[in-house]
């Protein structure tokens, strides 16, 4: 076999979908079959992840590669194009690792088994594509694919009212998803041809006033995603009544969605109109940063706690695309895979503490930490990777964007002031909501009435295994952060000198950089 010309990226894609449809025709009662065969499905396909980018990856070219393309509707230049770059193989990575983790989270599960891994996988592929399509049809149409797994998985294994957050889910992400279509609908019958190729629509000529508009709708659709202040609240929700494995999909995966959508489509396609909406962009991930730790300071729900601490801390992903430096945008890039990592931890342990506790509330929880010793020892790990202490990759990530934007010869000297003195604010936020969480879960006097009525077995082998897992990485990128950023370095500094022409102030400072072609070797081809 040709592993050069093997089409990896459909493989990738399309094996779990495949598998999941093989589940209802599995003999199983109980579900011990099923999620074995669900662990064998997610562990091949990571291992085909891996290997794919191992063999037939180079860090160095900062374009497209393992590229395919199949003809689906020639009259509309639609086809089957799938790609990874710097900006989707992290991701794609990080997808297939989370995912075959929230699989092993899923253990416990005894209600429906079938359908439930049936979602899962199908969920696998779906959000595999949304990195790696290159087809701006495609995209909205695998977008679309991951919002009925999760529909599901929440309104079904959902908590009390599973229903309401569901239906929340559906109605503000569909609702956004439609800015999507219309917007690559728009973009598609401009000109003289029709295309929905995105590196064709990259090279197209769209004036700006057309441009504004369609990042615009981009930025309402992703925003919802990311998520960002106001267009957030459904968030919260759906982790307050979601499963543990649900948990680490949505923290994990599904927020990077609306951040690796906004830098592909709204930065990387339409580079002029960035740079009218960065400003807006700094002051909406200062709303993130400051809003939601506030609002998480105040939760006495662990749950919402947790939710809106992913909603602060994504703000940084948003300010890094908009500082116009190399660091920020990959400071923005590596917060993305860190978060992914912390989020799922968190949310994990979070699953694993209301399973012996039977409790979401903090006011009746206190001194578990004597009886549950391994989970306290983990929640305070993963508690310090997300205040970002020095050693684990949050900081790495946070610092990076500081230090990224607070360089950028973008902005005045004042906005950056004002602006890194309330991302510090944020910052200083965050340590005292999750030291203080963790004292009132751990610390203190037990709750006689929770500790007679529950119990508080501590953690076993399987759940040890997986924040082990998460760990891992989390320290490894702490303390060597070149593990990650090698990986997208070369397409990430290309695309900030794509920006940064954008902008006559910034092109004039550096005129030695050149336009950048987005891979017309290929579309020639």
Not at 309 to 336: P, R, W
Not at 449 to 460: F, G, M, R, Y
Request: contains cysteine.
């Amino acid at each position: 076999m040709n592993t050069a010309t093997f089409p990896w990226l459909t493989t990738i894609i399309l094996f779990p979908i495949a598998a999941s449809l093989l589940i209802p025709i599995i003999p199983d009662k109980d579900g011990k079959t099923v999620r074995w065969y669900s662990l064998i499905v997610g562990l091949i396909d990571f291992a085909l992840i891996v290997y794919a980018f191992y063999t037939g990856y180079d860090f160095s070219n900062p374009d497209l590669q393992l590229v395919e393309s199949y003809p689906w509707v020639p009259q509309l230049d639609l086809n089957w194009s799938v790609g990874a770059d710097g900006l989707s193989m992290p991701l794609i990575i990080l997808t297939g690792f989370i995912t075959t983790l929230a699989i092993l989270a899923a253990w416990p599960v005894t209600f429906k088994p079938k359908l439930f891994y049936f979602l899962i996988l199908a969920m696998y592929g779906g959000q595999i594509a949304v990195f790696a399509v290159q087809d701006m049809l495609l995209f909205f149409l695998v977008w679309e694919l991951e919002l009925v797994p999760i529909y599901f998985l929440l309104s079904i294994w959902g908590g009390k009212r599973r229903q309401y957050a569901a239906t929340k889910f559906i109605l503000y992400t569909a609702g956004g998803s439609l800015f999507i279509l219309l917007s690559a609908l728009t973009m598609g019958f401009y000109g003289d041809t029709v295309t929905f190729d995105m590196r064709s629509l990259a090279l197209k000529d769209f004036a700006l006033n057309f441009q504004l508009a369609l990042y615009a709708g981009f930025l309402i659709a992703y925003a919802v995603k990311l998520p960002i202040i106001p267009l957030h609240t459904w968030l919260p929700d759906a982790h307050g009544e979601a499963t543990a494995p649900v948990h680490m999909l949505l923290a994990g995966i599904l927020l990077k969605m609306g951040g690796y959508a906004l830098i592909r489509m709204n930065a990387q396609m339409l580079p002029d109109a960035h740079a009218y909406f960065a400003p807006v962009l700094i002051v909406l991930g200062v709303v993130n940063i400051i809003y939601a730790a506030l609002t998480s300071f105040a939760q006495r729900n662990l749950k919402r706690k947790i939710a809106y601490s992913s909603i602060s801390h994504m703000g940084f992903v948003t300010i890094g695309i908009a500082s116009f430096t190399d660091l920020g945008l990959s400071g923005a890039v590596l917060q993305m895979v860190s978060h992914g990592l912390i989020g799922a931890s968190l949310f994990f342990l979070v699953g694993a503490t209301y399973d012996r506790t039977h409790t979401l509330m903090l006011d009746e929880m206190g001194g578990v930490g004597k009886r549950m010793q391994k989970i306290f020892a983990m929640f305070t790990a993963c508690s310090m990777a997300s205040l970002a202490l020095p050693g684990m990759s949050g900081f790495v990530a946070e610092l990076m964007v500081f230090v990224g934007f607070a360089t950028s010869d973008a902005y005045s000297s004042t906005f950056k002031v004002i602006v890194v003195f309330l991302m510090a604010v944020g910052v200083i936020l965050t340590p005292i909501y999750l030291l203080s969480m963790l004292r009132e879960i751990f610390y203190g006097q037990e709750n006689e009435e929770l500790v007679s009525h529950q119990a508080l077995i501590d953690a076993e082998p399987r759940e040890v295994f997986i924040i082990a897992c998460l760990l891992v990485p989390i320290i490894g990128i702490g303390f060597y952060p070149k593990l990650l950023t090698q990986m997208y370095d070369a397409t990430t500094v290309q695309l900030t000198a794509r920006l940064r022409n954008s902008v006559p102030t910034l092109a004039q400072q550096k005129p030695e950089v050149p336009k950048v072609s987005l891979s017309a070797p290929e579309i020639a081809n």
